[in-house]
């Protein structure tokens, strides 16, 4: 909403907002566009604006929300709003998908920006390469990520149907948010939509959704990528130190060789693909190398927050594939070191609908420690599922443990951990701010 409040300033819009537990960066973006913002959540608060714009994480019964509609004024949600934006915009680039999304928006973004063609960029992470989770720039080119979730508590369309997408690319699909789709059924009917709502080019990973079987009825010119025999296809994967090199080729036709500073088949994949939507938007091979060499990654992406003997790294990853695959990772760029994995699970609904899927993500760490579960927007689900149930689950892996809180973990830690030891922190939320205090803790020894 904060990238978005800025974007909107930058065309010419008067913005003003309020939101409750605001914390940085998006409070910086606020101030650095001279966005006034309220702390808290009242009536009073709406005033008397033109539009009003929702953010999905308001639910029926906020205060402002029940002055809202008592008031008539006109309203949005936040993808409806996008559309407002960008109404006529020459090429609208949406990356969909359950993984990678912040990641390949923000590459995509970045290969278009180092091509010249000064595109609008909005991201559900900070991107390290904007130093923002957003880029100014024209109404024509618009690249976003679209996500299947709710538009808001009034509107349950998936956010991604608004978008009206020129070209795409669906870099997953799996059962995700149980909130929402309690089946595996009703979540492939929001990316079927997402498919047959791009007019032009999807780019789909093969790798992830043939297991599904995916059906994707579509209009536009569809490619599939990965690292198996696809129309755009990465091989001679081969690691140096901390760079990533890889051999790319479109219908077995060699494009080039990419290098990139990230580690993962996952990010692999993701490079591929937008690899391929910007080669369909006619930006030369040699740009797009460059862009991707250059790129850094977002936050809480495999973030490496300290890296003196001992290694840190912040991660987003909540889901079990994201887990497994980031641990994966780790395990390969640090070979024969310690490997931890503290990870505070995200929402009851999805644990609960998930369970069966922890029973082997945290294979690949030599030691797992499970926090308390965040409820995020389901403080009232309580009881549903615990973290022990996940500890339970993945009883086979031979050093796992609950701890509940951030000051109990950060405690095992200091009185555990041994040099050149690797700790990966999975979380959604800033999980205590342990993986600072861990490196705080280690730089005074």
């Given at each position: 909403?904060?990238?978005?409040?800025?974007?909107?300033?930058?065309?010419?819009?008067?913005?003003?907002?309020?939101?409750?537990?605001?914390?940085?960066?998006?409070?910086?973006?606020?101030?650095?566009?001279?966005?006034?913002?309220?702390?808290?959540?009242?009536?009073?608060?709406?005033?008397h604006p033109d539009l009003v714009v929702l953010g999905n994480h308001i639910r029926q019964g906020n205060p402002e929300l029940e002055a809202l509609l008592e008031s008539k004024i006109p309203f949005v949600s936040?993808?409806?709003?996008?559309?407002?934006?960008?109404?006529?915009?020459?090429?609208?680039?949406?990356?969909?998908?359950?993984?990678?999304?912040?990641?390949?928006?923000?590459?995509?973004?970045?290969?278009?920006?180092?091509?010249?063609?000064?595109?609008?960029?909005?991201?559900?992470a900070q991107s390290k390469n904007f130093n923002s989770s957003f880029r100014l720039?024209?109404?024509?080119?618009?690249?976003?990520?679209?996500?299947?979730?709710?538009?808001?508590?009034?509107?349950?369309?998936?956010?991604?149907?608004?978008?009206?997408?020129?070209?795409?690319?669906?870099?997953?699909?799996?059962?995700?948010?149980?909130?929402?789709?309690?089946?595996?059924?009703?979540?492939?009917?929001?990316?079927?939509?997402?498919?047959?709502?791009?007019?032009?080019?999807?780019?789909?990973?093969?790798?992830?959704?043939?297991?599904?079987?995916?059906?994707?009825?579509?209009?536009?010119?569809?490619?599939?990528?990965?690292?198996?025999?696809?129309?755009?296809?990465?091989t001679n994967i081969h690691f140096s130190g901390k760079l990533t090199k890889f051999d790319v080729s479109h219908h077995e036709k060699l494009l080039g060789t990419f290098s990139m500073h990230l580690s993962g088949k996952h990010y692999i994949q993701d490079s591929l693909s937008a690899i391929a939507l910007a080669h369909h938007t006619d930006i030369p091979t040699h740009i797009i190398q460059k862009s991707l060499l250059t790129f850094k990654g977002v936050g809480k992406r495999f973030e490496v927050v300290y890296d003196k003997g001992i290694t840190i790294i912040d991660d987003y990853a909540h889901h079990p594939t994201a887990i497994k695959v980031t641990l994966e990772a780790a395990s390969s760029r640090y070979p024969s070191r310690r490997l931890w994995a503290i990870y505070e699970p995200h929402t009851f609904t999805r644990v609960k609908g998930l369970l069966p899927q922890f029973a082997h993500c945290f294979d690949?760490?030599?030691?797992?420690?499970?926090?308390?579960?965040?409820?995020?927007?389901?403080?009232?689900?309580?009881?549903?599922?615990?973290?022990?149930?996940?500890?339970?689950?993945?009883?086979?892996?031979?050093?796992?443990?609950?701890?509940?809180?951030?000051?109990?973990?950060?405690?095992?830690?200091?009185?555990?951990?041994?040099?050149?030891d690797v700790f990966v922190f999975m979380s959604v939320g800033k999980f205590g701010d342990l993986p600072k205090k861990l490196s705080e803790f280690i730089t005074i020894q």
């Open positions: 909403m904060s990238a978005l409040a800025c974007v909107a300033k930058d065309f010419g819009y008067h913005i003003t907002g309020s939101d409750e537990n605001a914390y940085p960066p998006a409070t910086t973006y606020l101030e650095s566009s001279k966005i006034t913002w309220i702390s808290g959540h009242k009536p009073e608060n709406i005033g936040y993808p409806q709003m996008v559309r407002l934006l960008f109404p006529n915009a020459k090429y609208r680039l949406v990356v969909a998908g359950t993984h990678g999304k912040s990641t390949t928006t923000s590459l995509l973004g970045w290969i278009l920006t180092q091509a010249g063609l000064n595109p609008t960029v909005l991201i559900g720039g024209s109404k024509e080119i618009l690249v976003i990520e679209g996500d299947e979730y709710t538009s808001s508590c009034l509107d349950n369309t998936p956010k991604f149907l608004y978008y009206e997408p020129t070209h795409a690319i669906l870099t997953s699909a799996e059962l995700d948010h149980m909130d929402v789709f309690n089946t595996w059924e009703k979540q492939a009917t929001a990316f079927t939509s997402f498919a047959k709502s791009v007019s032009q080019m999807l780019i789909v990973c093969g790798d992830t959704l043939n297991g599904n079987k995916l059906s994707l009825p579509t209009k536009a010119k569809v490619e599939k990528y990965g690292l198996g025999e696809f129309d755009w296809q990465a690949p760490a030599d030691i797992a420690i499970i926090a308390d579960i965040m409820p995020a927007r389901e403080k009232a689900l309580t009881g549903l599922v615990h973290s022990r149930d996940i500890v339970a689950t993945a009883k086979n892996h031979p050093d796992i443990h609950y701890l509940a809180t951030p000051d109990e973990i950060l405690a095992y830690l200091k009185q555990n951990l041994k040099p050149n």
